[in-house]
């Protein structure tokens, strides 16, 4: 089952890099729109230090943008399950901001950060904070209720329904939620360097006014190898604190 | 003593739940509750647990919420917790000390047998073993109440009986005062002191009868002719209703 896993998803990639190398040599597809999987391998290869920088640069600022949206995000839906008054005042906001469009409000932050890093995490910060509230509030308000009944009757205080009942009962969807934002976590820091430069965002901007497809596929290539490092270090851990949940099966798979 | 005065509670959008009903139960006795579903009963349990207010009328019951155990028809453990921590929850909520919370819980799964489990996450125990957890749970409380929504539902034939038997034999050395719900008329009569049948949505009191069956309880009791005839009595009744 284990080994099945990690050779069914391995099938299509080997398929497409195959045949986009074969349709690309042939000249089926032109070089200048699609580079072969062989030369996107040679370009990394052929300066590694620059991708390995550029990669490092967005992997530290993507993890602080996705630690920042982990901690600040359940500590807000813990805040928003807590209270209905609360919530109904302040969950409009958390929608409205996650409609706003990170590429529109990128330049602002640059105004507001400067150049650099504060811009990038919180760019990672803002794309990747909404799935861990919405997720999070979803799990702690969708408490079973005869969970609840029972801790009524047990006479628990507001404070040990929420902590010892609809926080361990939410992690399977909070966990789902930090999957989520693991991707997203990527893409806004990319968005983010897009504007404030540096790292693989910044690698792809450069390379996309030199007109090298080649290097702008190598670069989004290390970035979707990166979300994927993410998503799997979270589902790691979910899996470790999940162990013997039989109610989170379905959630993990 | 708990009792109903004209309680009732219906549910405006169904018609179902419990019209206007009073009753009394005595301390130390097992009333157990028959009827079809809608009629009410669980809505009775619930009344008395406090987990609902009456639409009319009045409930007295227990006013600590510790003397008042109810145990589920799913037996509503918690998967994240081991037997031994869902055992302790009450306690350790009221903020007693691991140690001593810890004691009692091994204490009452000692006495249902299921110590062997302590260690165990509810999705690998049986259905059986779970409800002895819930029951584990509850008596873990010391409570002079013992609320049962269809306890045995879920399980099988020969673990009915035998969970059934324990039941009654944990009754009759603690008396608390049990109030069960059953759709089993052979159930109701075989473990109760007392039976209430309802009939009707919303629910009213069609039938309550002591039933001297006595306090020892054997397999044997069931071929009983008067049990027999108290079998039929109730299946008159329920049926009548549903024609």
Partial sequence: MRFGRVLFPLIPLIVITGLSEILVSSGVIPKYLLPAPSQVASVLLDDPGSFISAFLETARASALGLLFSVVFGLLIALILSFSTLVRKMFYPYAIFFQTVPIIAIAPLLVIWLGYGLPTVVASSFIVSVFPVIANSVTGLLGTEPIWLDLFQLMDASRLQVLLKLRFPAALPQVFAGFRIAAGLAVIGAIVGEFIAGSGLGGLVDTARNQQRVDRVFAAVLLAAILGILYFAAIAFLSRILLVNRKDDQDVLV | ?243
């Fill in chain 2, 1 to 243: 003593m708990i009792q109903l005065q004209g309680a009732s509670r219906i549910f405006t959008k169904t018609g179902t739940g419990l019209g206007a009903t009073s009753l009394d139960f005595n301390s130390g006795e097992w009333v157990t509750l028959l009827g079809p579903s809608g009629c009410g009963k669980s809505t009775l349990l619930r009344l008395i647990a406090g987990l609902e207010k009456p639409s009319e009328g009045t409930v007295i019951r227990p006013q600590a919420k510790d003397q008042i155990g109810f145990v589920f028809q799913d037996s509503a453990l918690l998967p994240w917790l081991s037997v031994l921590e869902n055992t302790m929850l009450p306690l350790r909520l009221k903020g007693v000390s691991l140690k001593d919370a810890k004691a009692s819980a091994e204490k009452e799964l000692n006495r249902l047998r299921i110590q062997i489990h302590a260690g165990s996450k509810p999705h690998e125990l049986s259905g059986g073993i779970r409800m002895r957890v819930s029951l584990a749970r509850t008596l873990v409380k010391s409570p002079k109440l013992i609320l049962l929504d269809e306890p045995f539902a879920a399980l099988d034939e020969p673990i009915r009986i035998e969970l059934g038997l324990e039941l009654r034999e944990l009754f009759n050395s603690l008396k608390p005062t049990i109030v069960m719900v059953t759709h089993s008329i052979t159930e109701a009569l075989w473990l109760s002191d007392r039976v209430v049948v309802f009939q009707g949505q919303p629910g009213k009191v069609v039938l309550d009868e002591a039933l001297g069956f006595g306090a020892q309880r054997t397999l044997s009791q069931r071929g009983d002719p008067r049990f027999l005839s108290m079998v039929e009595r109730c299946f008159g009744i329920l049926k009548g209703g549903l024609q």
